[in-house]
């Protein structure tokens, strides 16, 4: 169960690295005098891709893959854009890397956008980080005024520079192409593809998309090289892992992972705590809300791309959400049903009228109307819906609710038959005065 | 509306491809629903309008399978290559299709019976076919407040739209005006305009046609037909000389509506109309609309029967002594070609002449390639000479702007600020500086693959020396086409058949008067034509609205409108095209045609056409430009006249000389402002009037103030109108806006259109 903080290094530093300074003195900005003064853009690259990274926004493509994607000989200017919506609920990782270490993210922008040639860079925040928001714009003037930013930067001949934008508050703006949309000005809705970004992206330039935490594990690994980063965790999943835990354990936070060495089990009850007193685990989403949920009988499965796609379900963002037996599952996926129907933008035809349809459903059964061929007819809506769609939302809302049907039918035939969603949702003030666990 | 793209399945560039297990070609790169459509094999669609650019893949209905892909695939956005293998029918797609559908439906209210789109709806068409038979909601459905009225002719019904985005794509990516957009998200979505205003402007009724269900509905004809009792006929619009083809709707003997074709003229409109060719037909149906022959005898006015009227216009043409006939600009040619006739035998020694410029130098210009308006797409440098397409020719607009998306510079020079000027290169000259501002032009002309000149006839038979400009540098370049705006709905027609301009007639004797949809009192030199009608002999007018000129006539014989009857006109590109009779008329009209036919029985020398059809035969065989044209070739789209050949451009050396003191006059029409959109009920809100308009430092010069009424004079008249300030607008001249019914700008000009200046005082 070995812990790294390697894209956290202020842990490993214990302080926060906020300033130009501080994060200089735990040896911050080396790698990107070291790849800028010595590198070609092309060696880096390489670098890269042998470390094997993989996005950790959700999907997992391979960092250096997507990168090379980018045509060589295109004519217009190419961009890097920062996905820093961290929008999927549950997760909250690169939160902390913003505020506590922002530097590191910068460095890690410079260093890709040197990388694929680009000039510009931007990173797209969600609207509710407006602290983040603050820090990071603070800690981009300061890179820009200590020559990590702008032009010639550390007397490279490099240009490399960072705007800062801040989304509205809308889920789908964490989809890349949904993303761009936005950050053009746009209504924020994803695009159709192919062309894909690195083709066509922002202003229909040549765009590199990566997430907050993919970009700050840059540094580390050029610093220490491929090798060490992708001689941690397994062949498929190297490097680690941020993981935020949040929901019925006595210890939320992030807890960054060696990929493959750590089971879920031991991040829930060793790591992040355990559940309170005399409660028993019921269910988890360990990727994020968007990925189908896991049971009591899945708790040893490794955290890893793979060991969790067998399991059934999805590493993701990381974000794990954990409920012990005083949630109960229907309201759950209610809550995450509607969750999906509000967040919809509403331009593929499933996903809009899908969504609240599925919300509709699951708010009849917990309104005690439920029938018993709803089952017949959410799983038909789950294949009408699923897979259909132009971006993932749609998917990301039928996993969780499909898997919590299968997983945990009995709970919800007894809701079902019974008319009666019990137990209701909890809440600390009516655990402490021993109030009512039923109602 | 043209659900899929045209296919062209007998180029050389065709795959092979496998459709349904069967072997089936098309285009490479074509759209695989349009390459489905070419191959027989319907795949539904509602997004996807292959005129609103790239497709956007939203409605996700077109799904299908495609070997290779995984899951399945939106045909809209696949195009077809070689050896690929497309199954729509399979089970899985069968079943995405029908999910589609029942999703779109789950919270569609389904109130077909009470909604205007039932019957021609294709949400009904495709849900027939492709859809479930039952809905599994049990919820109650979403509803919204309904309708709301995007604008003065546009309902909006929430509850009825899925979401397809056609309505918003035409408003950001076809008419650029990117006032519609979509507000909410998720199922609350809603078609918004993005100011929160009325969604106006010059093309906004095209989302009515574009709409693929009962959202967008037409105000003017919602509840007043139902698909089943209405009859649709294809004709050609009138309104300007652009000519988009469209469809009228007729119902009890009126018609309701007129929309874009299902199958659009993909060289002239592709299926876009403006408001006013969309709308204007409510002009027909107006208090002005001539609905009663009309008989002056001394002091006494009285209504009188078609026959009557008839007899009494032969009895008071024969006892003349010379006679002559004027046509409007938008006369067909069967008319005018009859009126030619009449002219030529039993009318007492006639002259004949047409609304119309002499356009002397325009000759050689004329005589380069003619474009077609289709053309303009694949241009790679449009210039665009005077005029105002957006508001003189409003679908021109539409399709430079298509060119300019394309990548087509576009440089546009004139004499006037326009509505264009964004699109590129905004070239102003001052009256009489049109050729020199023609020289940056005339430089890329030579440079470039395929140039195109689209220009306006009156801006420049104002500056002769900048047409000879143009023709020269035009003739130079090979793959050079010039598209000329016309100022006369029929003018090449007129001109084809050699009718020549009135503007000679206006000092002589007219003696008696036959007029065909002419109207000169309110064109050009208006005071001039007036003292010479009031001193001449009677005057016969066959009009199908009251004007000045019916006011005065002796015989009024109402006539059809374009609505109404069966001709043909020349419009844009030289392009012979015909209209036909959506509606019979009111019951004391007849066509023009008919009517001049009659009128030649009465004075005694039958002419033997008994249809417009051989009218036109005659006609065609009279003159060399319309040789070897028919009804038949002409057909449902049209087809090119020749090409006429230069004239002698001699004296064309230098812009024609102003007449009078003060600064020069430049006058622009708009459609928007003219007849039908004033009499039109479903128009009139947003019609456009009269007015002035001066460079602000002009106006403090002239001492004038901004929206006071100005007194402008010129030696051909007077006129007193609202003058507007604009910064855009070119110092040194006064720009006014003429054609609007009852307005005067008009008479400040000579009748043959002679540059005049004006002084300008506070009225």
């Given at each position: 169960m070995?812990?790294?903080n390697?894209?956290?290094?202020?842990r490993?530093?214990?302080?926060?690295?906020?300033?130009v300074?501080t994060?200089?003195?735990?040896?911050g900005?080396l790698?990107?005098?070291?790849?800028?003064?010595?590198?070609?853009?092309?060696?880096?690259?390489?670098?890269?891709?042998?470390?094997?990274l993989r996005g950790?926004?959700?999907?997992g493509?391979?960092?250096?893959?997507?990168?090379?994607?980018?045509p060589?000989?295109?004519?217009?200017?190419k961009?890097?854009?920062?996905?820093?919506d961290e929008?999927?609920?549950?997760?909250f990782k690169?939160?902390?890397i913003?505020?506590l270490?922002p530097?590191?993210l910068i460095?890690?922008?410079?260093l890709a956008?040197?990388?694929?040639?680009?000039?510009r860079?931007y990173?797209?925040?969600?609207?509710e980080?407006?602290y983040q928001?603050q820090?990071l714009?603070?800690?981009?003037?300061?890179?820009?005024?200590?020559g990590?930013?702008?032009?010639?930067i550390?007397g490279?001949?490099?240009d490399f520079d960072?705007?800062?934008?801040r989304g509205a508050?809308?889920y789908i703006?964490?989809?890349?192409?949904?993303?761009?949309?936005s950050?053009e000005?746009?209504r924020?809705?994803?695009r159709?593809?192919?062309?894909?970004?690195?083709v066509?992206g922002l202003?229909a330039?040549?765009?590199?998309?990566?997430?907050?935490?993919?970009?700050?594990?840059?540094?580390?690994?050029?610093e220490?090289g491929?090798?060490?980063?992708?001689g941690?965790?397994t062949?498929?999943?190297?490097?680690?892992?941020?993981?935020?835990?949040s929901?019925?354990?006595t210890?939320?936070?992030?807890?960054?992972?060696?990929l493959?060495?750590?089971t879920?089990?031991?991040?829930i009850?060793d790591m992040?705590?355990?559940l309170r007193?005399?409660?028993?685990?019921?269910?988890?989403w360990?990727?994020?809300?968007?990925?189908?949920?896991?049971?009591e009988?899945?708790?040893?499965?490794?955290?890893d791309?793979?060991s969790?796609?067998e399991?059934?379900?999805f590493l993701g963002?990381?974000g794990c959400i954990?409920?012990?037996d005083?949630?109960?599952?229907?309201r759950?996926?209610l809550?995450?049903?509607?969750?999906y129907?509000?967040?919809?933008?509403?331009?593929?035809?499933?996903?809009?009228?899908?969504?609240?349809?599925?919300?509709n459903?699951?708010?009849?059964?917990?309104d005690?109307?439920g029938?018993?061929e709803?089952?017949e007819?959410?799983e038909a809506?789950?294949?009408?819906?699923g897979?259909?769609c132009l971006?993932?939302?749609a998917?990301?809302?039928?996993?969780?609710?499909?898997s919590?049907?299968?997983?945990f039918r009995?709970?919800?035939?007894?809701v079902?038959s019974?008319?009666?969603?019990?137990?209701q949702?909890?809440?600390?003030?009516?655990?402490?005065?021993?109030?009512?666990a039923?109602a | 509306?043209?659900d899929y793209?045209?296919?062209?399945?007998t180029?050389?560039?065709?795959?092979?491809f496998?459709l349904?297990g069967?072997?089936?070609?098309?285009?490479?790169?074509?759209m695989?629903v349009?390459?489905?459509?070419?191959?027989?094999?319907?795949?539904p669609i509602?997004c996807?309008?292959?005129?609103?650019?790239d497709?956007?893949g939203?409605c996700?209905?077109?799904?299908v399978?495609?070997?290779?892909?995984?899951g399945?695939?939106t045909?809209?956005s696949t195009?077809v290559?070689?050896?690929?293998?497309?199954?729509?029918?399979s089970e899985?797609?069968?079943?995405?299709?029908?999910?589609?559908?029942?999703l779109l439906?789950?919270?569609?209210?389904l109130d077909?019976?009470v909604?205007?789109?039932?019957g021609?709806c294709?949400?009904?068409?495709?849900?027939?076919?492709?859809?479930?038979g039952?809905?599994?909601?049990?919820?109650?459905?979403?509803?919204?407040?309904?309708?709301?009225?995007?604008?003065?002719?546009?309902a909006?019904?929430?509850?009825r739209?899925?979401?397809c985005?056609r309505?918003?794509?035409f408003?950001?990516d076809?008419?650029?005006?990117?006032n519609?957009?979509?507000?909410?998200?998720?199922g609350?979505?809603?078609i918004?305009?993005?100011?929160g205003d009325?969604?106006n402007?010059r093309?906004?009724?095209n989302v009515?046609?574009l709409c693929?269900v009962?959202?967008?509905?037409?105000i003017?004809?919602?509840f007043?037909?139902?698909?089943?009792?209405i009859?649709?006929?294809?004709?050609?619009?009138a309104s300007?000389?652009v000519?988009?083809?469209?469809?009228?709707t007729?119902?009890?003997?009126?018609?309701?509506?007129?929309?874009?074709?299902?199958?659009?003229n993909?060289?002239?409109?592709?299926g876009?109309?403006c408001?006013?060719g969309?709308w204007?037909?409510?002009a027909?149906q107006?208090p002005?609309?001539?609905?009663?022959?009309i008989?002056?005898?001394?002091g006494?006015t009285?209504e009188c029967?078609?026959?009557?009227?008839?007899?009494?216009?032969g009895?008071?043409?024969?006892?003349?002594?010379?006679t002559?006939?004027?046509?409007?600009?938008?006369?067909t040619?069967?008319?005018?070609?009859?009126a030619?006739?009449?002219?030529a035998g039993?009318?007492?020694?006639?002259?004949?002449?047409?609304a119309g410029?002499?356009?002397?130098?325009?000759?050689?210009l004329?005589?380069?390639?003619?474009?077609?308006?289709?053309?303009?797409?694949?241009?790679?440098l449009?210039?665009v000479?005077?005029?105002?397409?957006?508001?003189?020719?409003?679908?021109a607009?539409?399709?430079?702007?298509?060119?300019?998306?394309?990548?087509?510079?576009?440089v546009l020079?004139?004499?006037r600020?326009?509505e264009?000027e964004s699109?590129?290169?905004?070239?102003r000259?001052?009256?009489?500086?049109?050729?020199?501002?023609?020289t940056?032009?005339?430089?890329?002309?030579?440079?470039?693959?395929r140039p195109?000149v689209v220009?306006?006839?009156l801006d420049l038979d104002?500056?002769p020396d900048?047409?000879?400009?143009?023709?020269?540098?035009?003739?130079d370049n090979?793959?050079?086409s010039?598209?000329?705006?016309?100022s006369?709905?029929n003018g090449?027609?007129?001109?084809?058949?050699g009718?020549?301009?009135?503007s000679r007639?206006v000092?002589?004797?007219?003696?008696?008067?036959?007029?065909?949809?002419?109207?000169?009192?309110a064109?050009?030199?208006?005071?001039?034509w007036?003292?010479?009608?009031?001193?001449g002999?009677?005057?016969?007018?066959?009009?199908?609205?009251?004007?000045?000129l019916?006011?005065r006539?002796?015989?009024?014989?109402?006539c059809?409108?374009?609505f109404?009857h069966?001709?043909?006109?020349?419009?844009?590109?030289?392009?012979?095209?015909r209209?036909?009779?959506?509606?019979?008329?009111p019951?004391?009209?007849?066509?023009?045609?008919e009517?001049?036919?009659?009128?030649?029985?009465?004075?005694?020398v039958a002419?033997?056409?008994?249809?417009p059809?051989?009218a036109f035969a005659?006609?065609t065989?009279?003159?060399?430009?319309l040789?070897?044209?028919d009804?038949?070739?002409?057909g449902?789209l049209?087809?090119?006249?020749?090409?006429?050949?230069?004239?002698?451009v001699?004296?064309?050396g230098?812009?024609r000389?102003?007449?009078?003191?003060?600064l020069?006059?430049v006058?622009?029409?708009?459609?928007?402002?003219g007849p039908?959109?004033?009499l039109?009920?479903?128009?009139?809100?947003?019609?456009t009037?009269?007015?002035?308009?001066?460079?602000p430092?002009?106006?403090?010069r002239?001492?004038?103030a901004?929206?006071?009424?100005?007194t402008?004079?010129?030696?051909?008249?007077?006129?007193?109108?609202?003058?507007?300030l604009?910064p855009?607008?070119?110092e040194?001249?006064?720009f006014?806006?003429r054609?609007?019914?009852?307005?005067?700008?008009?008479s400040?000009?000579?009748?043959d259109?002679?540059?005049?200046?004006?002084t300008?005082?506070t009225?």
């Amino acid at each position: 169960m070995p812990q790294l903080n390697s894209v956290y290094r202020h842990r490993a530093a214990d302080r926060v690295l906020t300033t130009v300074d501080t994060y200089r003195l735990s040896g911050g900005y080396l790698a990107l005098e070291k790849a800028l003064g010595e590198m070609t853009a092309d060696e880096l690259l390489y670098v890269f891709h042998r470390s094997g990274l993989r996005g950790r926004g959700g999907a997992g493509f391979p960092m250096g893959r997507k990168a090379s994607f980018l045509p060589k000989d295109a004519q217009l200017a190419k961009y890097l854009v920062c996905n820093a919506d961290e929008s999927e609920p549950g997760t909250f990782k690169d939160r902390e890397i913003m505020e506590l270490n922002p530097h590191q993210l910068i460095e890690g922008m410079v260093l890709a956008g040197y990388a694929i040639g680009a000039e510009r860079g931007y990173i797209y925040i969600r609207g509710e980080y407006e602290y983040q928001a603050q820090i990071l714009d603070a800690a981009i003037e300061a890179a820009r005024e200590s020559g990590y930013l702008g032009s010639d930067i550390a007397g490279s001949k490099v240009d490399f520079d960072l705007t800062l934008y801040r989304g509205a508050g809308a889920y789908i703006c964490g989809e890349e192409t949904g993303l761009l949309e936005s950050l053009e000005g746009k209504r924020g809705q994803p695009r159709l593809k192919p062309p894909f970004p690195a083709v066509k992206g922002l202003w229909a330039s040549p765009t590199l998309l990566n997430n907050v935490e993919t970009l700050a594990a840059l540094p580390p690994i050029v610093e220490n090289g491929p090798d060490w980063y992708a001689g941690m965790g397994t062949e498929k999943s190297p490097g680690t892992k941020v993981f935020s835990i949040s929901g019925h354990v006595t210890k939320p936070g992030n807890y960054e992972v060696v990929l493959g060495d750590t089971t879920l089990r031991e991040l829930i009850f060793d790591m992040a705590g355990g559940l309170r007193e005399g409660r028993s685990f019921k269910a988890c989403w360990v990727g994020g809300s968007s990925v189908p949920v896991l049971a009591e009988q899945h708790l040893d499965t490794p955290l890893d791309y793979e060991s969790l796609q067998e399991a059934g379900t999805f590493l993701g963002s990381g974000g794990c959400i954990v409920m012990d037996d005083s949630g109960c599952i229907v309201r759950a996926s209610l809550r995450l049903a509607s969750f999906y129907r509000h967040e919809s933008c509403g331009k593929c035809t499933p996903c809009r009228e899908g969504t609240g349809w599925m919300e509709n459903v699951l708010q009849r059964m917990v309104d005690g109307e439920g029938r018993m061929e709803d089952f017949e007819l959410m799983e038909a809506l789950f294949g009408r819906i699923g897979g259909k769609c132009l971006c993932a939302l749609a998917d990301g809302a039928v996993a969780p609710i499909s898997s919590a049907i299968r997983l945990f039918r009995k709970d919800f035939v007894r809701v079902v038959s019974e008319g009666s969603p019990l137990p209701q949702p909890m809440s600390p003030q009516l655990e402490m005065s021993g109030g009512r666990a039923n109602a | 509306m043209p659900d899929y793209a045209p296919v062209d399945l007998t180029g050389t560039d065709l795959v092979e491809f496998e459709l349904n297990g069967r072997t089936v070609k098309a285009p490479a790169g074509t759209m695989l629903v349009d390459a489905c459509a070419a191959n027989g094999v319907e795949v539904p669609i509602f997004c996807y309008e292959p005129r609103l650019g790239d497709p956007l893949g939203a409605c996700r209905q077109c799904l299908v399978s495609v070997e290779g892909i995984p899951g399945l695939t939106t045909a809209c956005s696949t195009p077809v290559a070689a050896e690929m293998m497309v199954d729509t029918v399979s089970e899985e797609v069968r079943e995405a299709q029908d999910g589609i559908l029942e999703l779109l439906l789950e919270n569609h209210p389904l109130d077909c019976p009470v909604c205007d789109k039932g019957g021609e709806c294709p949400l009904q068409d495709r849900t027939f076919r492709f859809g479930p038979g039952e809905s599994r909601m049990v919820e109650p459905k979403r509803h919204f407040p309904k309708p709301l009225k995007l604008s003065p002719q546009i309902a909006l019904d929430r509850e009825r739209c899925i979401s397809c985005y056609r309505c918003v794509r035409f408003s950001q990516d076809v008419s650029e005006d990117g006032n519609l957009t979509m507000s909410e998200r998720g199922g609350r979505s809603e078609i918004t305009t993005f100011t929160g205003d009325s969604y106006n402007g010059r093309f906004t009724g095209n989302v009515i046609d574009l709409c693929p269900v009962g959202a967008l509905t037409s105000i003017p004809y919602r509840f007043t037909s139902r698909p089943w009792d209405i009859q649709n006929t294809p004709s050609v619009c009138a309104s300007c000389s652009v000519g988009c083809n469209t469809e009228l709707t007729l119902r009890e003997g009126e018609i309701k509506r007129v929309q874009g074709r299902d199958e659009p003229n993909w060289q002239v409109e592709e299926g876009w109309l403006c408001n006013v060719g969309r709308w204007g037909y409510g002009a027909d149906q107006a208090p002005q609309r001539l609905r009663q022959p009309i008989l002056r005898d001394g002091g006494e006015t009285r209504e009188c029967s078609l026959e009557e009227a008839v007899a009494a216009a032969g009895l008071v043409l024969a006892h003349e002594a010379h006679t002559t006939v004027l046509l409007g600009g938008d006369v067909t040619v069967e008319e005018a070609f009859i009126a030619k006739e009449l002219a030529a035998g039993p009318l007492p020694d006639a002259q004949v002449g047409s609304a119309g410029v002499v356009g002397a130098a325009l000759g050689p210009l004329r005589a380069l390639p003619a474009a077609q308006l289709g053309d303009i797409d694949g241009a790679d440098l449009v210039v665009v000479v005077g005029g105002d397409p957006a508001n003189q020719h409003p679908v021109a607009e539409l399709r430079l702007r298509k060119a300019r998306r394309a990548g087509a510079r576009i440089v546009l020079v004139g004499p006037r600020a326009q509505e264009l000027e964004s699109l590129g290169e905004s070239i102003r000259t001052a009256p009489g500086n049109l050729a020199e501002g023609l020289t940056s032009a005339v430089a890329q002309i030579a440079t470039v693959k395929r140039p195109l000149v689209v220009w306006d006839e009156l801006d420049l038979d104002a500056e002769p020396d900048a047409a000879v400009v143009l023709a020269t540098a035009l003739g130079d370049n090979a793959a050079a086409s010039q598209l000329e705006l016309t100022s006369e709905v029929n003018g090449a027609g007129l001109r084809a058949l050699g009718v020549a301009p009135h503007s000679r007639l206006v000092d002589q004797d007219l003696g008696g008067v036959l007029a065909v949809r002419a109207n000169p009192g309110a064109g050009p030199g208006g005071d001039a034509w007036n003292r010479a009608l009031d001193s001449g002999g009677p005057i016969v007018v066959i009009a199908s609205h009251h004007s000045e000129l019916t006011e005065r006539a002796t015989v009024v014989i109402p006539c059809s409108s374009h609505f109404e009857h069966e001709g043909v006109l020349v419009t844009a590109g030289q392009r012979a095209q015909r209209l036909r009779p959506g509606a019979a008329g009111p019951e004391q009209s007849a066509p023009g045609w008919e009517i001049l036919i009659a009128l030649s029985h009465r004075l005694g020398v039958a002419l033997e056409y008994r249809s417009p059809r051989s009218a036109f035969a005659a006609a065609t065989a009279s003159a060399p430009a319309l040789s070897g044209l028919d009804y038949d070739t002409l057909g449902d789209l049209g087809a090119e006249i020749a090409t006429s050949p230069a004239s002698d451009v001699n004296g064309a050396g230098a812009p024609r000389a102003h007449d009078g003191e003060g600064l020069p006059l430049v006058t622009g029409r708009s459609v928007f402002g003219g007849p039908e959109a004033h009499l039109s009920e479903g128009l009139v809100v947003t019609a456009t009037g009269e007015e002035a308009v001066l460079h602000p430092a002009e106006a403090a010069r002239l001492n004038v103030a901004d929206a006071n009424l100005i007194t402008l004079n010129s030696p051909n008249g007077e006129c007193t109108v609202r003058l507007r300030l604009d910064p855009g607008a070119p110092e040194g001249a006064v720009f006014a806006v003429r054609g609007v019914p009852g307005g005067t700008v008009e008479s400040l000009l000579a009748p043959d259109r002679a540059p005049v200046n004006v002084t300008v005082n506070t009225a």
